[in-house]
């Protein structure tokens, strides 16, 4: 088709969009292949054109499909929500402010002011690029708990003014087995609170920042009687170590449960066992730790890994054990801890592969599993026995600008037993 002053355009028509082709952008084309006409070359560039927005219609449909959201293709800095926090910006980890934005909230979605965040070791490894896969800026936090501020028109669970908290997901795909079976944490399209890419093309970021918005079915609802401080690492420490525990049966009060690394996890692993009545032998490298575990956290019984005659003296006696240690170590004094047809379930995640010792496996029809987090059902499950047991987590509240200090001393394990940084009282715009 002609247009005015003189320049050639072509017109493209698909599903109601229309392109315009300009002179300008043919020019090269017509250049290259001989003897092709432009009738030719305009129909081939078309045909390209379609392709390309049918490409664009799906992924868009497919967006919308999974959030059920008016979703807009929008860059990170058209989000109109503004928001602030720390984030990392290469793998020296160093924290620091970082202005940003959020999506408004969505017809699912639920936006709330953070309080509170926990600071779990996944962030350490992940502000350090343990795994190999961090995308900077990074700003970490994935035990987020504070107050509904916004509610989408179609959100059911929450209203404005209700306490909430955030995990380590934000997104899944609600459709494969996984899904089905509630275990979104295993749908091979999850998206992680932070270091993930939502379905809008942007990056995803984490609880250590003022403002978070995420869909409502990821949102969890906060019982009146939990403190936030102290039942924000539930959220990930917390559910990470009750899946397993309740999964692999470790459950049932004539258990003999063994956990391995008395940080985070570890003691509350110690905790829910002791709520499901499960005796409890802490496997520690800190003999300094035996009676914190035993007069405070309730323990049993105590172990010191590297005590030969101790492990000798054990073997044989559990029938599992919760490994939440975050660094290489030596499998085989766990495994032969276990009784036969015993469990050995590693939580922790190293970033270099351990060493696994066949014949102790062999010789007990042992087993060597992993677990990770929890679904979404199984997580307000188990906020809402933590409430009813008062089971919470051992804090040292921090303010925000102690953050790179509680980093270091987090690496020396040198924290009883989480820091949670108190994030509505000292996050403030600089
Ligand atoms: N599977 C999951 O879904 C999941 C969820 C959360 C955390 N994690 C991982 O679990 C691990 C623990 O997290 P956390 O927040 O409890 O960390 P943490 O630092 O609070 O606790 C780790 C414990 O391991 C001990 N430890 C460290 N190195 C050791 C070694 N070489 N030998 C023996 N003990 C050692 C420390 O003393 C500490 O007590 C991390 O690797 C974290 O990334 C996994
Ligand atoms: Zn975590
Ligand atoms: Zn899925």
Known sequence: ME???????????????????????????????????????????????????????????????LTDDPIELSAREEHPVKAIGWAARDQSGVLSPFKFSRRATGINDVTFKVLYCGICHTDLHSIKNDWGMSKYPLVPGHEVVGIVTKVGSKVQKFKV??????????????????????????????LLTYNSTYYDGTPTYGGYSNIMVANEHFVIRWPDNLPLDVGAPLLCAGITIYSPLKYYGLNKPDMHVGVVGLGGLGHLAVKFA???????TVISTSPGKRSEAIEHLGADSF???????????????LDGIIDTVSAVHPLLPLLNLLKCDGKLVLVG???KPLELPVFPLLSGRKIVAGSAIGGIKETQEMIDLAARNKITADVEVIPIDYVNRAMERLAKADVKYRFVIDIGKTLKDA
């Open 161 to 190: 003014g209700d306490k909430v908290g955030v995990g380590c997901m934000v997104g899944a795909c609600h459709s494969c087995n996984n899904c089905a079976r509630n275990l979104e944490n295993y749908c091979p399209k999850m």
């Open 274 to 280: 002791k709520a499901f009545r499960v005796k409890v």
């Open 349 to 351: 995640a190293p970033g």
């Open 303 to 317: 172990l010191i890994s590297t005590y030969l005659d101790q492990m000798q003296a054990a073997s044989n006696t």
């Open 3 to 65: 247009l005015g002053g003189g320049i050639a355009n072509y017109e493209v028509e698909t599903r109601g969009f229309t392109a315009f082709i300009s002179e300008s952008l043919l020019q090269p084309l017509v250049a290259m292949p001989a003897g092709m006409d432009r009738g030719t070359i305009v129909q081939h560039l078309s045909e390209m054109l379609k392709c390309i927005w049918e490409h664009l219609l799906r992924r868009i449909d497919f967006a919308r499909r």
